[in-house]
């Protein structure tokens, strides 16, 4: 179930962000375009290309969170040569993200709830719908965590089988 939910979580970050990615890339160069070539530069683009940073950013973060790439998190256990203390350490850091990601949870939705009302002044959205990216990639750095633990439990009991 893991391994299940996992990849459909990694495939859905990855559509997502890439997706996001690839859009922003046309907006930037239709920017380019526009102001260059046309010489009639589009306020929209400017906006609409830092509220896609912002999500793609936190997205992305999550996903790496996901992957357990995190320079700080290979820096320690690398350093670390006992295997009991090295799944110390990975506890104490999936615990350290699930902390974090429900921080984000909570301040996001009370962050959304307060700007609804407030409206960009180019794309006229709700900037609610910028904040929504925190608690979005809160739950999902939280799904990762628990798949992460889970794996981690799993693992210890193949460990301990094999002994």
């Known amino acids: 179930m893991n391994k299940t939910l996992r990849k459909y979580l990694d495939r859905t970050m990855e559509t997502i962000t890439c997706t996001l990615l690839m859009i922003m890339v046309a907006i930037t160069s239709w920017q380019v375009i526009s102001r260059y070539i046309l010489n009639n530069p589009s306020s929209v683009t400017g906006e609409f290309l830092r509220f896609g940073l912002i999500w793609f950013s936190l997205l992305a ?83 990762y965590c628990f798949i992460n633990l889970m794996d981690l439990l799993d693992s210890k009991q193949l460990l301990q089988e094999n002994s």
Do not use: C, D, W
């Open 61 to 143: 973060g999550a996903y790496v969170v996901g992957k357990k790439s995190h320079i700080a998190i290979t820096f320690l256990s690398n350093r670390i040569k006992s295997e009991p203390k090295k799944r110390i350490l990975e506890i104490i850091v999936q615990i350290s993200f699930i902390l974090f990601a429900a921080m984000m949870i909570m301040g996001g939705f009370k962050a959304v709830s307060l700007t609804m009302a407030q409206i960009s002044p180019s794309l006229n959205l709700p900037m609610g719908y910028v904040y929504l990216s925190l608690p979005v990639s809160g739950v999902a750095i939280l799904l």
